[in-house]
């Protein structure tokens, strides 16, 4: 027995709610997707500026002689990606040693700041 008017199916609020939570679903799925996609590359730059300041701290210990006191800024490219190593070297209280500290920006943007102690030899 059928009742005469009796409709199937969902009423136009009912599929608006569906679309709205769907939505909603898709929305949170898409940043959660671009702050991995974004924490990637920040963690690729940091690898990279990484072999970038120790490769020019490694040159300093390397060198058979003290580097002078003062800033100095080096071009590195890791991975197609150019970082500015800028190197600045300052005395410490004790004359046979120096602070060096490296700071390696990219397009301006600093990624890693390393530090170390270089003696005379």
Not at 98 to 117: G, H, M, Y
Request: proline residues 4%; hydrophobic residues 50%.
């Amino acid at each position: 027995m059928r009742f005469i008017g009796a409709q199937r199916g969902f009423t136009l609020i009912e599929v608006l709610v569906a679309l709205g939570i769907v939505a909603i679903a898709l929305t949170a799925g898409l940043q959660a997707s671009a702050a991995l996609t974004r924490n990637a590359q920040r963690q690729s730059d940091l690898l990279l500026a990484q072999t970038c300041a120790e490769n020019e701290l490694i040159k300093v210990r390397l060198a058979k002689q003290m580097p002078g006191v003062g800033d100095n800024s080096i071009l590195c490219e890791q991975a197609g990606i150019v970082f500015t190593v800028a190197l600045a070297v300052r005395p410490t209280p004790n004359p046979n040693f120096l602070r060096i500290d490296a700071q390696v920006n990219k397009e301006e943007s600093p990624v890693l700041r390393l530090s170390t102690v270089v003696g005379r030899y």
